[in-house]
């Protein structure tokens, strides 16, 4: 998703491109890109050697490398050989490259779970590898954490919230994100630079409720976690990743507000909103 998007963005602007795929990577997918003049690759993060071939060459490398949420396989694709192991080797081979340029999408949300540690560790290979480094934290997606896929389903009218659902998010598009990843090649704001990233206000989760309900014109079911249950599902789980998902889930619960005002006019971006979200998804 994220990545699609970057990779778009750079063959606008007329940037000789080249997309790491892997075997498995959706055939249109890959089709679309290279429709657009993208160069792909075949690799994979857990095979160093693609990696070297990929990053031969290259002046700037941007990560946006996740074993989460959707091709997730214990002992083969997760937190310890993609978003740990992996990185490592792809930050590795880029330094071997004589990459000038590396931008890691890491994120902003912190506590104590897998998928946390890794990304911090990852951030912290960049910080020491010697390369210009940029790494972006973006909140909250839209697109993942307002939709079905994590229980707000509103085309059903029927949402799950975590917590109270009254702490501020700074809920933010991937697609803005993916505009950030694109100019840090070029701003001088990025360089050597941690950027944490959100949209334009931070929204509690019940107001969210709320602007979907304004927009669809009726009222919402609403299921609230609390976070002791989720405290304890995490506490009780042996699997890296469901401690990590619902780690991430006690984090919204507990807010995650993101001052952006100076950053977006430091890039020059106008960011999208929730209401903006909430409009094309309900059309």
Not at 5 to 20: D, F, N, Q, S, V
Request: hydrophobic residues 40%.
């Amino acid at each position: 998703m994220l990545g699609g998007e970057i990779c778009r963005l750079l063959a606008g602007k007329g940037a000789p491109t080249r997309a790491l795929v892997r075997s498995t990577s959706d055939k249109e997918a890959v089709r679309a890109l290279q429709d657009l003049g993208v160069e792909t690759t075949l690799g994979d993060v857990r095979d160093r050697a693609s990696l070297d071939r990929a990053c031969a060459g290259v002046t700037a490398v941007i990560s946006t490398i996740s074993s989460m949420p959707t091709r997730y396989q214990p002992g083969s694709n997760d937190i310890a050989s993609v978003d740990t192991d992996g990185l490592r080797h792809l930050i590795a081979a880029a330094k071997t490259a004589s990459v000038e340029h590396f931008v890691l999408t890491s994120f902003t949300i912190e506590g104590d779970f897998p998928l946390h540690d890794a990304k911090r560790a990852a951030e912290g290979y960049l910080k020491e590898s010697g390369m210009r480094y940029t790494i972006l934290r973006p909140s909250y997606f839209m697109e993942v954490w307002l939709s079905p896929m994590v229980g707000f389903d509103y085309a059903k009218g029927a949402v799950r919230i975590f917590g109270s659902g009254d702490r501020p998010v700074s809920f933010i598009s991937y697609k803005d994100v993916a505009r950030f990843a694109a100019a840090s090649l070029e701003n001088p704001a990025a360089k050597n630079a941690v950027l944490p990233l959100g949209g334009p206000e931070a929204v509690s989760p019940r107001s969210v409720v709320g602007i979907f309900e304004e927009l669809a014109r009726r009222k919402f079911a609403v299921e609230a976690v609390p976070e002791s249950v989720l405290a304890a599902q995490q506490e009780a789980s042996s699997d890296p990743m469901q401690q990590s998902f619902t780690g991430l889930m006690r984090a919204l619960a507990g807010g995650d507000s993101v001052a952006m005002d100076g950053l977006a006019k430091a890039f020059g971006l106008k960011l999208s909103s929730v209401r903006d979200y909430a409009k094309g998804a309900l059309t």
